[in-house]
């Protein structure tokens, strides 16, 4: 599969080429071509506007003259020919896209780091799972670009906006198709990046969250329990956010407790997910009430464990009739998480 991606992206160089000399760009490097591609399949512009501002990433262009880009985004039309009206349409066959992406991230990562800043939340997404899928082949073919990917994700995502780092948590928790370590990767840059303490409390919220949804309870133990001792000292504010946070925090702190065999504790720490947190969440923002539910689904679980069965029904039940859509059928472990007040 390499083979054939490395011969069939030599035949389209040949042809990008003899298009940029018709096109009159045919001055321009061939590495500033390349990377203008890579913009290319790395974004979708709704407009000539976006596409320029995508353009303008690109080293070699970003001080050329308005109508230099414009030349460079008529060629990539060209390459690219576009069914919908947008600026230019998407490259195929997904092999060559991959093998685009895995040779310009490596040589040029910055390009990447600075697109993400620009590129809307669904494109970003896009961009990342192609070029997992990209680092999936490569390993299979014995290459090294998954690791590089991942030191990319280490070394530059606390660089990209906040959502974009739980956009692709929650993708790399959802998608049985994430490597195993993308979840964790992007979580430790979350808590790189947090800044204030509520930040920083949510971003540590959700790394034990990946952590417990891996089954290692006890680092997400280790993670939590000083934030969560902050947490019931200092936060008192009836502020939906906080109380949202708090939920969060909380819940998956009794997840990873009770996973290292401390159910007492367990017990104790979603009781004040209840009282302090997920009850009067639910009065300030009724929306939510699938955190006071959850909670007390786990605390049914945590109760079943403990040999209080006739409670634990109870508590299941309470939980079933408060969030009756669906959510809470068999559930063994969950995670929950919380970012920029939303779930």
């Not at 407790?257 to 104790?268: D, H, M, N």
């Amino acid at each position: 599969k390499s083979e054939v991606a490395a011969r069939l992206l030599a035949h389209e160089r040949r042809y990008w080429r003899g298009a940029a000399r018709t096109q009159g760009i045919g001055d321009f490097s061939p590495e500033t071509l390349e990377d203008a591609v890579a913009v290319a399949v790395a974004t979708r512009p709704a407009d000539r506007a976006a596409a320029d501002l995508y353009l303008r990433v690109v080293p070699g262009l970003a001080d050329q003259p308005r109508d230099r880009r414009d030349a460079v985004r008529a060629w990539i039309s060209e390459l690219f020919p576009s069914s919908e009206g947008t600026p230019w349409g998407r490259m195929y066959p997904d092999l060559l896209v991959e093998r685009v992406l895995k040779e310009r991230m490596t040589a040029h990562p910055e390009l990447y780091v600075d697109l993400m800043i620009r590129m809307p939340r669904s494109d970003i997404r896009e961009l990342m799972i192609y070029s997992w899928r990209s680092a999936e082949a490569d390993k299979r073919a014995g290459g090294g670009f998954d690791g590089l990917l991942a030191g990319f994700v280490t070394r530059h995502a606390q660089s990209w906006p906040h959502y974009v780092l739980n956009d692709l948590s929650d993708w790399a928790l959802a998608d049985p198709g994430a490597p195993g370590g993308f979840a964790e990767d992007v979580a430790h840059a979350l808590v790189r990046g947090a800044t204030g303490r509520a930040g920083q409390w949510a971003a540590l919220s959700n790394l034990a969250g990946v952590l417990v949804s891996r089954a290692r309870f006890g680092e997400g133990v280790e993670v939590l329990e000083g934030a969560v001792r902050e947490l019931l000292v200092e936060s008192t504010a009836p502020d939906p956010a906080v109380l949202e946070l708090g939920t969060a925090m909380t819940f998956n702190f009794a997840q990873a407790l009770a996973g290292v065999g401390r159910g007492p504790e367990a017990l104790t720490c979603v009781d004040e997910a209840l009282s302090r947190f997920a009850k009067r969440l639910v009065r300030a923002k009724p929306e939510y009430r699938h955190w006071s539910a959850l909670c007390v689904f786990l605390k049914g679980s945590l109760l079943r464990e403990a040999g209080r069965g006739r409670e634990a029904d109870a508590a299941e039940q309470r939980a079933r009739e408060a969030y009756p859509d669906g959510l809470l059928t068999e559930t063994s472990w969950l995670h929950v998480r919380y970012a920029d007040g939303e779930s």
